[in-house]
């Protein structure tokens, strides 16, 4: 699940991630070539006391973060990458225009060991925040998914977005 801020208030995130992955399995980029985004992904390895998956931290708007308490991209199941929309300043962030991704997109993810892995997305939602959106999704057993989540909505200024921006999709044979 992802909550409130964009996504409210930011747990231990792991830093070093950025560019150098514990492991050469784990992801360090997310490339999204339609929309130009090419982010270094820092692990986001903890949860807010609603047990949501807690976003970057807003002065890394330009950086998207992995939950590395989920499934590592690849892998059956279902791995999250969060980001915001735009920075605490109102800025752009990298995920300001991924609302305009279709079914189809591209999304790369490079892992540490230099693999890319191909995913196309296959849906697009909005759902309110509170909604668990990983543990909502049931792949079936073989599948490989991937979801890109952001804030969603046109809140009013001031006010935080009431709901998640959610892109599906799908690891690529």
Same mark, same amino acid.
């Given at each position: 699940?992802l909550a ?27 490339r999204i ?20 998956? #807690?976003?970057? =931290?807003? +002065? ?8 590395? $308490?989920?499934?590592? !991209? @690849? &892998? *059956? ?60 999704? #049931?792949?079936? =057993?073989? +599948? ?8 969603? $909505?046109?809140?009013? !200024? @001031? &006010? *935080? ?13």
């Amino acid at each position: 699940m992802l909550a409130g801020g964009c996504f409210g208030s930011v747990g231990a995130v792991d830093d070093k991630a950025v560019g150098t992955p514990a492991s050469a399995d784990e992801p360090q980029r997310v490339r999204i070539p339609s929309l130009g985004v090419d982010s270094p992904l820092i692990r986001i390895n903890t949860l807010g006391k609603d047990r949501s998956v #807690q976003g970057p =931290p807003p +002065e890394q708007g330009m950086t998207a973060g992995w939950y590395s $308490g989920g499934v590592l !991209p @690849g &892998e *059956r199941g279902v791995a999250m990458i969060v980001g915001h929309r735009e920075d605490r300043d109102g800025r752009p962030a990298v995920f300001r225009e991924l609302h305009t991704v279709g079914e189809g997109t591209v999304i790369d993810v490079e892992r540490g060991d230099g693999r890319v892995l191909h995913f196309v997305v296959t849906r697009v939602e909005t759902v309110e925040k509170g909604v668990p959106v990983a543990r909502k999704e #049931q792949p079936a =057993p073989k +599948e490989r998914k991937l979801l890109l989540v952001t804030c969603g $909505g046109a809140p009013a !200024p @001031g &006010e *935080r977005a009431a709901r998640n921006l959610v892109v599906h999709a799908a690891l690529r044979p």
